[in-house]
Nanobody, 125 residues
């Protein structure tokens, strides 16, 4: 199974930017659609962004559209999430995951596996 390691989180002021990375352990990364999710304290893990295996299709949750951009470099086995115009409500642990099922919505956590350990993003007001 692909192992994923997120990095790039940190503390940033509102309006700032961060770039998250997700490094994959195997070359099979290039054949996997990927997702970014986030989990705030006391809340469920929620979908943030999706990218197809080749990178040609993306989708986002409404409240990050126009601010976040998901991308991937299959030659480097790495997934990215560029986050701009950050808001305090973006504060959460961010996780990357590989899509392992196509039985439900792209937004459903149950469609994903090989979760990384997460990286903390904190946005101060």
């Amino acid at each position: 199974q692909v192992q994923l390691v997120e990095s790039g989180g940190g503390l940033v002021q509102a309006g700032g930017s961060l770039r998250l990375s997700c490094a994959a352990s195997e070359r099979t990364f290039s054949s996997s659609a990927m997702g970014w999710f986030r989990q705030a304290p006391g809340k469920e893990r929620d979908f943030v962004a999706y990218i197809s295996s080749g990178g040609g299709r993306t989708s986002y949750v409404d409240d990050v559209k126009g601010r976040f951009t998901v991308s991937r470099d299959n030659a480097k086995n790495t997934l990215y999430l560029e986050m701009t115009s950050l808001k305090p409500e973006d504060t959460a642990v961010y996780y990357c995951a590989c899509r392992i099922k196509y039985s439900s919505s792209t937004f459903a956590t149950t469609e994903y596996g090989c979760w990384g350990q997460g990286t903390q993003v904190t946005v101060s007001s």
